[in-house]
């Protein structure tokens, strides 16, 4: 329910990548009547998919749900249901941006500049660490099961979010009223305003956002102030994050004080993007 409501909060398809999302439609057959539209698009493909349908390919190399969701969401439900090729596959174009078919005769490359959010329980059985339950095959069920997800790509998910099972009591309470997706939404167009602003400043290409940032961009405009530069190195030395996670945890942190309207990434922003990263002791959901 949450991801498939993420596309409502971004903001709408500037021109550019309007035409975009159109083209890739447009190639893939699906773009009905001619018909445009600013809404983000959003792809929940089945755990079955294959490599083709994932990545694309075929004897005309139609682009795959990764170029599909360009500019947009692309949502895998069960995570580790997929085959682990089809979800190492994901890789290159999470690093890139685009995806390249390459065939006997011919080779294309298609954008695919996605968000990706996975859900998965975390275990086979659905139900290790919950108070109250007790595995057969103890904890060996979830770590054989969350081990489907390769190293290289986990570090690749900037966001690990534990999200307990919701108890009865919790069902009967009244329901309570929460933030509107309108009043995110506006949230994240200011936030996205700021990015805008830093990449022209930059000379960097219209519409860099934080998670786009090149490297050579990266500490400095990212570089939080001195009590979270320390909180930051000892992190990275006692949890050994890569250089990537490294970068990846000062861009999260750049974007929640962006979210904040805060000029300096602070020691509460580093803690904030430093948890989402640990991994927790069920994988439930990232992005």
């Not at 500019?71 to 685009?98: H, M, N, W």
Request: aromatic share 4%; net charge positive; charged share 20%.
């Amino acid at each position: 329910m949450l991801a498939a409501r993420l596309s409502s909060i971004l903001p709408p398809l500037q021109p550019r990548e309007l035409l975009e999302v159109s083209m890739i439609a447009s190639v893939n057959g699906t773009l009905a009547s001619g018909q445009l539209s600013d809404r983000r698009p959003f792809r929940s493909p089945h755990h079955s998919a294959s490599m083709a349908a994932m990545v694309g390919g075929g004897i005309r190399a139609r682009p795959g749900e990764v170029s599909l969701s360009h500019r947009g969401v692309l949502f895998l439900d069960e995570f580790p249901e997929f085959s682990p090729a089809v979800l190492d596959s994901l890789r290159q174009p999470i690093e890139s941006g685009e995806c390249a078919i390459a065939r006997a005769n011919h080779r294309v490359t298609y954008p695919a500049r996605f968000q990706l959010v996975a859900a998965m329980n975390p275990c086979r059985c659905g139900m290790s660490g919950e108070p109250g339950h007790r595995c057969a095959r103890g904890p060996r069920c979830a770590a054989d099961y969350q081990a489907r997800i390769s190293g290289p790509l986990l570090d690749r998910i900037d966001l690990r979010v534990d999200v307990p099972a919701v108890s009865a009591s919790d069902l009967l309470r009244p329901a309570q009223v929460g933030e509107t997706s309108a009043a995110v939404r506006a949230r994240v167009e200011g936030a996205r305003q700021i990015q805008a602003s830093r990449a022209a400043r930059l000379g960097l290409e219209p519409g860099t956002t934080n998670a786009l940032l090149p490297a050579h961009a990266v500490e400095g405009v990212t570089r939080p102030d001195a009590a979270g530069g320390r909180l930051l190195a000892e992190a990275a030395e006692r949890m050994r994050f890569s250089a990537r996670a490294f970068h990846r945890i000062l861009k999260v942190a750049r974007t929640l004080a962006d979210l904040a309207g805060a000029e300096t990434v602070g020691r509460a922003q580093i803690a904030e993007a430093i948890s989402f990263r640990a991994a927790p002791e069920r994988l439930q959901a990232a992005g």
